[in-house]
């Protein structure tokens, strides 16, 4: 009877397993352009909220944990994404208006998991202040995003501007 | 009988468990000594350059790697560039003399094979015999373990527009403060 379970086990239950863990795998790979297009969708969410103002958009685009980390041009690092939501009362206000965004020269890369990817490209962010110019422009921009529960967040962004 | 039942009663309990365990994806928090290689990848990034052994630099890096420094020179796309970026520093008059890595954090993705970072890097140097330091560099970061391997494929350094040290303004436009003075 041991032997008979043991056979069993080796020859039916494991492959199953094994076979059932490498299909989600290969599932991805298959679907590895509509992947980049949800990537980038995200990418470009992370600012297209900005226009109509949809903080429920901008806070599905991010991580919601103490480990996002977001690096500001400015002297300012934001750790974790309460840090981040600190801001909504700027961008909420009135006196806050953004026109318009534009990614140039993006480059994104899938993980060989297909689970994480990453990205550069150069930015323009133009908005406005009490009606005054407040904009990034030529901005540069890496970022990191995860797949969770089937959908992509940034987990990690860097803006800078080159220093000379 | 009844020892079907149970076969078919353990088999279905057992995929369950079995799938449970082998299909979750790791936890991110790195239980896996990960760490400790990922770390001394990210230093020997900065690390080699007191050594100078530029292949031992080149392994740290994916052939599709990209990477951002404080220059708006510095953009790099792929091995093959960054090795032409690299020749300026096989000049025998530079060479690294001390780096440290502050407020290093690194996160593992959940299926383990990725990890992101973000710290605050000092790194000295010295060239004909003059030793300066680039403060508080804020460098991030990503690493992929390929083929049982990590390398970087992103890294990100930058100075906030509003905090460029003085030290760093003065290498770059000497003359401006000449002028001045």
């Known amino acids: 009877m041991k032997r008979f379970l043991l056979i069993y086990y080796c020859f039916l239950v494991i492959p199953i397993i094994l076979a059932s863990c490498?299909?989600?795998?290969?599932?991805?790979?298959?679907?590895?352009?509509?992947?980049?297009?949800?990537?980038?969708?995200?990418?470009?969410?992370v600012f297209k909220w900005a226009v109509s103002k949809d903080f429920d958009l901008f806070y599905r685009s991010i991580a919601n944990d103490s480990d996002f980390i977001s690096v500001t041009p400015y002297n300012r690092v934001k750790f974790g994404f309460s840090e981040d939501r600190k801001d909504s009362s700027f961008w909420g206000s009135p006196d806050f208006r953004a026109i318009r965004h534009e990614l140039y020269d993006l480059h994104i890369k899938l993980s060989q998991n297909k689970d994480v990817a990453w990205?550069?490209?150069?930015?323009?962010?133009?908005?406005?202040?009490?009606?005054?110019?407040?904009s990034w422009e030529n901005a540069r921009w890496t970022g990191v995003l995860e797949k969770r529960n089937g959908k992509w967040v940034v987990v990690q962004q860097h803006f800078s501007f080159a220093s000379e | 009988m009844k020892t079907l039942r149970s076969i078919r009663l353990t088999t279905v309990l057992s995929l369950l468990l079995a799938g449970e365990i082998?299909?979750?994806?790791?936890?991110?928090?790195?239980?896996?000594?990960?760490?400790?290689?990922?770390?001394?990848?990210?230093e020997q990034a900065i690390g080699w350059a007191i050594e100078k052994d530029f292949e031992a630099m080149y392994n740290l890096w994916a052939d599709d790697l990209f990477h951002f420094w404080l220059f708006s020179d510095s953009k790099?796309?792929?091995?093959?560039?960054?090795?032409?970026?690299s020749e300026v520093w096989k000049d025998p008059e530079f060479r690294g003399t001390s780096f440290a890595f502050k407020d290093l954090r690194i996160v593992f993705?959940?299926?383990?094979?990725?990890?992101?970072?973000?710290?605050?890097?000092?790194?000295?140097?010295?060239?004909?015999?003059?030793?300066s330091c680039l403060k508080d560099v804020f460098q991030t970061g990503v690493l992929e373990k390929r083929d049982g391997r990590w390398v970087h494929?992103?890294?990100?350094?930058?100075?906030?527009?509003?905090?460029?040290?003085?030290?760093?303004?003065?290498?770059?436009?000497?003359?401006?403060?000449e002028t001045k003075q």
Not at chain 1, 28 to 44: G, H, M, P, R, Y
Not at chain 1, 119 to 134: R, S, T, V
Not at chain 2, 158 to 169: G, R
């Open chain 2, 109 to 131: 993705s959940r299926s383990g094979d990725v990890a992101w970072y973000s710290c605050f890097l000092d790194d000295c140097s010295t060239y004909k015999g003059k030793e």
């Open chain 1, 22 to 45: 490498q299909n989600k795998v290969t599932e991805a790979v298959f679907n590895e352009v509509e992947e980049l297009k949800l990537v980038k969708q995200s990418i470009d969410n």
């Open chain 2, 153 to 177: 494929v992103l890294m990100h350094g930058s100075y906030p527009v509003d905090k460029i040290p003085e030290n760093y303004v003065r290498r770059f436009y000497s003359n401006l403060f």
């Open chain 2, 22 to 42: 082998y299909c979750q994806p790791a936890s991110p928090t790195d239980t896996s000594g990960n760490y400790a290689t990922v770390k001394q990848t990210i």
């Open chain 1, 119 to 134: 990205f550069f490209c150069y930015l323009d962010d133009i908005n406005e202040w009490k009606g005054e110019p407040a």
């Open chain 2, 76 to 85: 790099v796309i792929g091995l093959e560039d960054f090795k032409k970026h």
